[in-house]
């Protein structure tokens, strides 16, 4: 990467491997019609293997730079511009998590492949050893990308073998409304019980598997004996 590198850079590069057809089929396959959670969205063409070479090669672009590949319409755009702050958190974490989260909460981090290309590595790292009420203020929100921004964060502490957050995280949203939520979180569940403990898993399943979303407790079993899954699934 050269000193003088800028967002469009990083756009040029991206068109140069945008494909109309794989384009369409994005925009089918991230539901961007009206009243789908992708409503408006708009895609190039690129993969994400593509989409992360380019990034490879730009991987320290300043801030202001990936502010504006974040802030722009093209979802490999935003792609971009977050797999950059995983990159600028390892320099920054401080400050990554900080422009992360503006551009989360400027509703610019807002597909289900977005937040979970980033919420771990940006904010997991960061919030790993601080205090984390500020997920507990993100699951509550109204917006179905900052509550899943909460979830897949915690995938970073699962990864270090702690599952207290997942598991609190978890019995907070069993109500929530959206599936784009319940495979978040059974998600998250199974990989409690895959990384850290399958016992914890069981507790949890113990006391709420009556109650859980069916998808969320579908994935949550995954991974568990053929007849321990049945067992659970029965409850609902």
Known sequence: MDAEDTAQDVRAALAEVADPARAAHSARFFKT?????????????????????????????????????????EHEHRLAGVLLLAEASRRDPARAAERY???????????WDLVDASAEHVLGGWLADRDRSLLDELAASPSLW?????????????????????????????????????????WMLREVGKRVSRDQLRRFLDAHAARMP???LSYATEHLPAGERAAYRALR
């Open 33 to 73: 019609g009206p009243g789908q959670y992708g409503e408006g969205d708009v895609f190039l063409g690129a993969t994400v293997p593509q989409v992360r070479a380019v990034v490879k090669r730009f991987r320290r672009l300043g801030f202001a730079e990936i502010d504006a590949l974040l802030d722009d319409p």
């Open 101 to 111: 989260l503006a551009a989360v909460r400027r509703g610019r981090v807002n597909n």
């Open 146 to 186: 900052e509550r899943r921004v909460a979830v897949l964060t915690t995938f970073h502490f699962i990864k270090r073998g702690d599952a207290s957050t997942t598991l609190a995280l978890a019995e907070r949203l069993l109500g929530d409304r959206d599936d784009l939520m319940h495979k978040a979180v059974g």
């Open 214 to 216: 069916r998808t969320m």
